[in-house]
């Protein structure tokens, strides 16, 4: 999901084998990548369901906003967070595309479960279940990328494979509210359960087990800084780190902290805004679940798209040129969505809203690819999986534990003020949440750059 050294001190053979050519992709990568990412959309698809198809839910089951939020939030992001760091830790010392194919097959049959829930508490239990299979999904899938594509790929690979929130969550709204339209809220959670189940079972039996740190050895990235290659083992001597080791090192180290941090506040206000955007939509925009299943499936699936894979290639451009960008490309990004933000909570109308809800959509992701990254490249081969976890688990924490349960609780709040009005008071209080992020993300460019400048005269 996350400093220029001089690649002539570092290249060399080890163990008298030839080192792989960092410019080659391992056999089979794009295969890989194109299943993983698939995982990704129906993840991220199951996740967003209960947003996506929140009003018909709200009706049958009398929820509040608050509940909601919850339910969508806080409980979902403590167990999706905390077992992601244990399932990291087993999937660095295991088949990481098995644990993958188990994680997608436990949260779609959880997903069925949703669908045939009755009440409140069963659908929070079901919920959960949701989040415990999902944290199983995607840290693993960042280490396997990683060792299929050699260093200088893994912007655009991550960038492609960030593409799967995005899909998913436009497919969401497009089958979800289709099928809920059509039939009922329940069959939509039914059906994609089923689609995912059949999908864990292509993973398990297509995605071989790549060697771990195979790609890295041979070349030293340009992004790594110099005390993480002086302490990379050779290809084949590639150990296992303790998991204590691993968080000492993730939660000491400046760079990896304020990544976290950033990345969390930028999410507080994405997933805060995507669990209420439909609901927004429907109850004070005068929209209709067909309408949200073409206008806004279709807005998020380009704008957001967009925003994740053109940050990925930012990252490839300019990253070489100065590691400082990894934090000034989502910086300046989240300036610049808070203009049209402002805009979409303010418009009478729903075409008006959708019109500049454009620009946030496409501004709010481009934090991720360039986080990963960063992450990826910052730690030995051997902790990429549990140090994504523990990226995952710090930004989900911040942003999606108390994102939307921040939003539902704003919004009952306000109910008192503004009964019709009240989503829309609440959504402007994320303004200064964007702020905050941005501050964070020039904080973190400022370090890197420091650490650049350092290492090149280390260098020199």
């Known amino acids: 999901m996350n400093a220029p050294v ?168 497009a089958f979800g509210a289709s099928i809920a339209a059509a039939y009922s809220w329940r069959d939509a959670f039914i059906l994609l359960g089923v689609a995912g189940i059949v999908t864990a079972a292509v993973v398990f039996f297509t995605v071989r087990e790549p060697e771990r740190g195979g790609l890295d050895v041979a070349e030293a990235p340009a992004e790594i800084p110099a005390e993480i290659i002086a302490e990379k083992p050779a290809r084949e001597n590639v150990i296992r780190e303790s998991f204590w080791k691993t968080c000492g090192m993730f939660f000491t180290r400046p760079v990896l902290v304020l990544v976290s941090l950033a990345s969390g506040a930028t999410q507080f206000v994405t997933y805060a805004s995507i669990n209420f955007t439909t609901l927004f939509l429907m109850r004070e925009k005068g929209m209709t679940l067909g309408e949200v299943a073409v206008w806004y499936a279709l807005l998020v699936g380009i704008a957001v798209s967009a925003g994740i894979f053109i940050s990925g290639r930012l990252v490839d451009v300019f990253v070489p040129k100065a590691r400082s960008a990894y934090a000034w490309i989502p910086a300046i990004a989240l300036l610049l969505a808070i203009p049209p933000f402002i805009g979409f909570v303010h418009a009478p109308t729903w075409p008006v809203a959708m019109l500049c809800l454009i620009g946030p959509t496409f501004f709010n992701y481009f934090y991720l690819s360039p986080a990963v990254a960063l992450v990826q490249a910052e730690v030995r081969p051997a902790q990429r999986v549990l140090s994504g976890a523990l990226l995952l688990l710090v930004m989900n924490l911040i942003g999606l534990g108390l994102g939307p349960t921040y939003l539902g609780a704003a919004s009952d709040w306000f109910r008192a003020i503004s009964p019709q009005h009240s989503l829309q008071l609440a959504f402007y209080t994320l303004v200064p949440f964007y702020v905050l992020a941005a501050v964070l993300y020039f904080v973190l460019a400022g370090v890197l750059k420091r650490e650049e400048t350092r290492l090149n005269r280390g260098v020199s």
């Open 6 to 173: 001089s690649g002539a001190a570092t290249r060399g053979r080890t163990g008298g084998a030839p080192p792989a050519s960092p410019a080659r992709l391992r056999s089979g990568a794009w295969f890989v990548l194109f299943i993983l990412w698939f995982v990704y959309v129906l993840n991220f698809l199951d996740r967003q369901l209960l947003s996506i198809l929140a009003k018909p839910i709200q009706d049958s089951l009398g929820i509040t906003d608050g509940q909601l939020g919850k339910i969508g939030g806080l409980y979902f992001a403590v167990f999706y967070c905390f077992i992601s760091i244990p399932v990291g830790w087993l999937a660095d010392r295991t088949n990481r595309s098995r644990v993958v194919a188990f994680a997608c097959a436990l949260w779609s049959g959880a997903t069925v479960a949703c669908g045939l829930a009755t009440s409140y508490p069963q659908l929070v239990a079901a919920r959960m279940s949701v989040g415990v299979g999902e944290a199983g999904g995607v840290p693993p899938s960042y280490a396997i990328i990683s060792d299929y594509f050699p260093a200088r790929w893994r912007g655009t690979a991550f960038g492609l494979y960030n593409l799967g929130p995005p899909v998913g969550q436009a497919l969401g709204v």
